[in-house]
């Protein structure tokens, strides 16, 4: 075994070509009594492999729920977090540790800090695509599954602060009729859709259904038929007698859609160039490779301050109770 702190690209290096990695991951991993998380925007041969694929929300309800002694989470930083928090006590695993989120990253804590300090005993509800230590500063987590349930059931009598993602924060007040103060971050794969190109792409499919993430800014969500989360949009393409749809979202959802509606035909939207710049790039780090390492060597490992996992479940055991 290589020593696991020796550099990832060294290790990489010495992997066996004739190895066969999926073999090798489903030994490890039942050696290990671990299991695999496994988010919709990862790669097909990494999603082939979880013992759980699904949103944030699906499996954030995964990690609260397993009996393993090992979780390796195939996703970005912020996912790997959220199963540490409920599960402070296991070995939490993330096959690159550079899988972050460009919309936790807009919200760094002690700025987020000094932005609620402007306000008088608000609630705080935080998007779950945040760090431990922005969710350990609020009451109550939402996910974009959940987030109108969750706003409707915050307090009446106490300003609401949303962050970090402006736009789902947009979405929800105009759904709920709830006001909110937004946190002004956005996530880097749903503002970079071309309006010009989903119109292309209407044009080129007019019997096509549009469906789109509340990610988006509200000029993409203003041309779509349906707006809802990842686990929404793939039970809308199962119920819809409609053959054809236009998807405003990662592309990785793709595989899972035509998976359950074989006979559908789906389209993602780019840039004007016809850049896949709305392939997200943090998802996309973890690799077959990493994930063999990962179970291998047991790191990289989630560590959090204990007091941060602490004060981090409150809002978020909140959001599972409600949700």
């Not at 949103?55 to 995964?62: K, M, Q, V």
């Not at 070995?91 to 989120?101: E, K, N, Q, S, T």
């Not at 969750?150 to 009729?177: H, Q, S």
Request: aromatic share 6%; net charge negative.
């Amino acid at each position: 075994m290589s020593d696991p702190a020796e550099s990832l690209e060294a290790r990489l290096d010495a992997i066996d070509p004739t190895l066969d990695l999926k073999a090798e991951i489903r030994r490890l991993k039942a050696e290990s009594n671990a299991v695999i998380l496994c988010h919709y925007y990862q790669d097909s041969e990494i999603q082939d492999l979880g013992d759980a694929l699904g949103d944030s929300l699906a499996l954030a309800r995964h990690a609260a729920k397993t009996d393993a002694e090992v979780i390796v989470f195939c996703g970005v930083h912020f996912m790997a977090e959220t199963a540490k928090i409920l599960n402070p006590d296991k070995l939490v695993l993330l096959p690159d540790l550079d899988a972050g989120c460009s919309l936790s990253e807009c919200c760094p804590p002690d700025k987020f800090a000094r932005f609620l300090s402007r306000y008088e005993n608000p609630f705080v509800i935080t998007y779950v695509n945040s760090s431990a230590a922005v969710k350990a500063m609020s009451d109550l987590i939402c996910t974009s599954g959940n987030v109108l349930k969750m706003v409707e059931k915050a307090p009446k009598d106490r300003p609401i602060i949303f962050g970090p993602d402006r736009n789902l924060g947009r979405w929800a007040m105009e759904k709920t009729g709830r006001e909110m103060v937004l946190w002004p971050g956005g996530c880097m794969v749903h503002e970079i859709f071309s309006l010009k190109e989903l119109l292309r792409q209407k044009e080129a499919h007019p019997g096509a259904m549009v469906l789109a993430h509340p990610e988006c800014p509200e000029h993409l969500l203003g041309h779509a038929d349906f707006v809802g989360s990842t686990a929404a949009m793939l039970k809308k393409v199962t119920e819809e007698t409609c053959e054809e749809f236009i998807v405003v979202t990662e592309p990785g959802i793709l595989r899972e859609m035509q998976r359950l509606a074989p006979k559908k035909h789906f389209y993602t939207v780019g840039n004007e160039a016809g850049c896949a710049c709305n392939v997200c790039p943090h998802m996309r780090l973890n690799t077959l490779e990493k994930l063999y390492l990962c179970l291998r060597d047991k790191t990289p490992q989630i560590e959090l301050p204990p007091d941060v996992c602490r004060r981090a479940l409150v809002p978020l055991q909140r959001m599972l109770d409600w949700s």
